[in-house]
């Protein structure tokens, strides 16, 4: 009988213990609010696993389109000497994935479990390719075309990738019915690499490259989240986002 007895309170011990430290463990599901304004959508998940510390991740797919058109990309002349634009127009389609995972520490064991300031390292992996078109408009050529260094067209195809490392400070709220809002914000330093592959090469691929650059620094004005992602250079880079969410 004792022994029955000492089983059951052993027993009836390690259920509370286990109940108390599960008790600590919350798994929220969250979307972001703010992604969607550069063409990214993006699920996060964060896991409490202690008393004033988290892990997190994100995932998100990436897919938006530029368009630029009717920009002046070089000059020509007919018989009678006069000066006409030839106009260019350029469009850009976007896909790609991102990802990222990160640890939390929040600022008293007891906020946690309701709201609090926190702060948090995290890694990130991106990759997207970009189909990139150009056309020219239609003209009899009287004269050679002046303005334009490369005076063909610079259809490629372009994967871009960068790996990143950062910090963040931001406020998590988490309502009594599971509601969680999160704000966020920090640097990160990423490294990034590219390849693209052209349509043609009537020139050399160093050439298409300086064209390119030329045309999209001076001809073609594209969105700033293209540019970031196109153009952006390896180094600093700043990293904010709002996000709601539903603790399962």
């Not at 592959?197 to 050439?207: G, Q």
Request: with cysteine; proline share 2%; glycine share 10%.
């Amino acid at each position: 009988m004792k022994i029955l007895q000492a089983t059951l309170l052993i027993f009836v011990l390690n259920f509370t213990v286990n109940g108390q430290e599960a008790s600590h463990v919350s798994n929220i599901l969250k979307v972001s609010l703010t992604d969607f304004a550069v063409g990214q959508y993006t699920l996060g998940y964060e896991r409490i696993m202690g008393p004033d510390w988290s892990i997190n991740a994100t995932i998100s797919g990436v897919g938006y389109q530029e368009a630029s058109q009717n920009y002046s990309v070089g000059h020509y002349y007919d018989e009678w000497g006069q000066w006409f634009s030839m106009q260019g127009e350029v469009e850009a389609q976007v896909e790609g994935v991102a990802m990222s995972f990160g640890l939390r520490k929040y600022s008293a064991a007891h906020e946690i479990r309701s709201h609090g300031f926190y702060g948090g390292v995290f890694t990130q992996f991106r990759r997207c390719t970009t189909e990139f078109s150009e056309e020219f408009e239609a003209f009899e050529p009287f004269s050679e075309l002046y303005g334009l260094a490369y005076p063909h067209s610079v259809n490629h195809a372009a994967t871009i990738s960068s790996v990143g490392i950062g910090v963040e400070l931001g406020y998590h709220w988490l309502a009594a019915n599971g509601l969680s809002l999160d704000v966020f914000a920090g640097p990160m330093f990423r490294s990034m690499s590219r390849e693209r592959v052209f349509e043609s090469l009537p020139m050399t691929e160093e050439d298409a490259l300086d064209g390119l650059e030329n045309r999209l620094n001076n001809q073609y004005f594209l969105s700033p989240q293209f540019s970031d992602l196109y153009m952006g250079r390896t180094g600093s880079w700043f990293r904010a986002g709002i996000t709601l969410g539903l603790k399962l």
